[in-house]
Structure formats: structure tokens, C-alpha cells
Nanobody, 118 residues
């Protein structure tokens, strides 16, 4: 059974930091690129950060560059999102995504809520 379980969300003041974790199980973690998306109320889901499995290349949304860092620990089947200098506009549900484009498989977690107060 495939599972992606996010944790680490919460309420933080502007300028603060949080680290999100996504624990994966039920599939071969090393064969999947891992991504964090977010969805704020009334807005479309957007890609925040992605780390590729083959070369560990990372990409970030322009809005989070220099503030957020994505990483993965293959030994623990976990992907992280370190979020620094948080802003109120970072408030959203953050969702973990695993994708293997070669076999067209994709999985989603249920998300963790991040609220940044001004």
C-alpha cells in the first residue's frame, strides 16, 4: 500500500522557520522524483520544489528561491522541505508528491497545513 505522510506543519510568525517531512512507503523511493506542492484557499495548486532521483537536481518556484530547501534521504524514504523566512503568503496546505514518469505513476499525500501570521 502506497503512503505519503506529511508532517511538520503548523502556525508560525512571519520570518520564522518550519521543516516539513514526507515519509514514503509502498513503492521504490529511489525511482521517484519527489516534489512539494502547495494550495492556498481559492488558489490553484502550485509546485513549490522538486528533487530528481537520478541526479538530485532541484528546482524551486521563484517565490521561494533562496528561502526554501528541498532534500531527500533515500535511506529513510523521506523528503524534506526546510522553509525559512516565512511570509504570510506562504500560508497553504503543503502536499507531497511522488512521480515516476517512465511508468506514468504518481502518488499524493494528504497534506499538512502551514499558517504564517503577520
Amino acid at each position: 500500500q502506497v503512503q505519503l505522510v506529511e508532517s511538520g506543519g503548523g502556525l508560525v510568525q512571519a520570518g520564522g522557520s518550519l521543516r516539513l517531512s514526507c515519509a514514503a512507503s509502498g513503492f521504490t523511493f529511489s525511482r521517484y522524483r519527489m516534489s512539494w506542492y502547495r494550495q492556498a484557499p481559492g488558489k490553484e495548486r502550485e509546485l513549490v520544489a522538486r528533487i530528481y532521483n537520478i541526479d538530485s537536481r532541484k528546482i524551486y518556484a521563484d517565490s521561494v528561491k533562496g528561502r526554501f530547501t528541498i532534500s531527500r534521504d533515500t535511506a529513510k524514504n523521506t523528503v524534506y522541505l526546510q522553509m525559512n523566512s516565512l511570509k504570510p503568503e506562504d500560508t497553504a496546505v503543503y502536499l507531497c508528491n511522488a512521480a515516476n514518469t517512465y511508468v506514468a505513476l504518481e502518488y499524493w499525500g494528504k497534506g499538512t497545513l502551514v499558517t504564517v501570521s503577520s
